[in-house]
């Protein structure tokens, strides 16, 4: 038997709802350049000291890559369209480290990290401002405090159902599928969104630093069809693949272009690599 009464979970029901109406109603803000609706509960200051520390942790149990040519074309590319994002309050960095995965992410505050195993897969600047505008995109958009703020959401929502399973007198165990619910139906299609949020702001951001955007599209087709491959088939494993991703982004090429013809100055494809 229980040792609360029925109304102790009533009035933790609703407390629990008028948390998650506060906190929704509290963190409202729009996301760059696509101005979808985002919940936002983190600050932006507390991101950036968590990509900080974050980025300490990745150079002290990585190996940063001595490769003079990939440092270099990081640091160019990377900082050409950091200066695009307009975004003075990050301190941007960009380093290579050495790993045989094809991938990169940026860590909140502007912290951005590429795997030497993705220039198997780059041939230019311009492919790889695809790639860094991708990630630059993330933290743009503060996907990662979106994360964090759904996490407080789905918290918060775990104990509203608790309170109502206890309440229509449901069986215990019941409660544990709020957490498959949360993974499969919120976590991985919000993730998707994401991932094609940060496609749409990279190639805006690329095309005001000057890099066509077509390049991008030429880029995707390429890599998608080395997904079956070890290295790359780690990437597919968190970002969208082939077909979707590629018609999204050839929706953005008509505004992109026009930014990209207004860009100074223009780079184009870059340096080849």
Not at 93 to 104: G, H, M, P, Q, Y
Not at 181 to 188: C, F, K, V, W
């Amino acid at each position: 038997m229980n040792k609360y009464p029925r109304y102790f979970w009533n009035f933790k029901f609703i407390s629990s709802l008028l948390v998650l109406s506060s906190l929704y109603l509290s963190g409202c803000t729009s996301a760059p350049y696509t101005n979808r609706s985002q919940l936002m509960l983190s600050s932006e200051k507390s991101e950036i000291e968590m990509g900080e520390e974050a980025l300490k942790e990745v150079k002290k149990n990585g190996k940063i890559s001595n490769n003079k040519k990939m440092n270099l074309a990081v640091k160019r590319v990377g900082g050409n369209i950091a200066k695009a994002t307009d975004k003075q309050n990050y301190n941007w960095e960009f380093i290579v480290l050495e790993s045989k995965d094809a991938n990169a992410f940026c860590l909140p505050g502007g912290k951005v990290v590429v795997f030497t195993g993705l220039f198997n897969y780059i041939h230019n600047d311009g492919e790889l401002a695809t790639v860094l505008g991708h990630e630059i995109g993330h933290a743009l958009a503060r996907h990662t405090g979106e994360q964090i703020s759904h996490t407080y959401l789905e918290n918060a929502g775990g104990y509203a159902l608790s309170a109502i399973l206890y309440v229509i007198g449901a069986p215990a165990g019941l409660g544990s599928i709020y957490g498959v619910a949360t993974g499969l139906g919120i976590n991985l299609p919000y993730s998707r969104t994401q991932e094609y949020e940060a496609d749409h702001i990279g190639i805006v951001i690329m095309a005001k630093a000057g890099y066509d955007p077509k390049t991008t599209i030429i880029f995707w087709n390429n890599f998608s069809k080395q997904s079956n491959y070890g290295p790359v088939k780690e990437f597919f494993a968190t970002h969208p693949m082939g077909e979707k991703r590629i018609e999204e982004l050839k929706k953005l090429l008509p505004e992109t272009e026009k930014i990209y013809s207004a860009a100074s100055p223009k780079l184009g494809t870059g340096e080849i690599l």
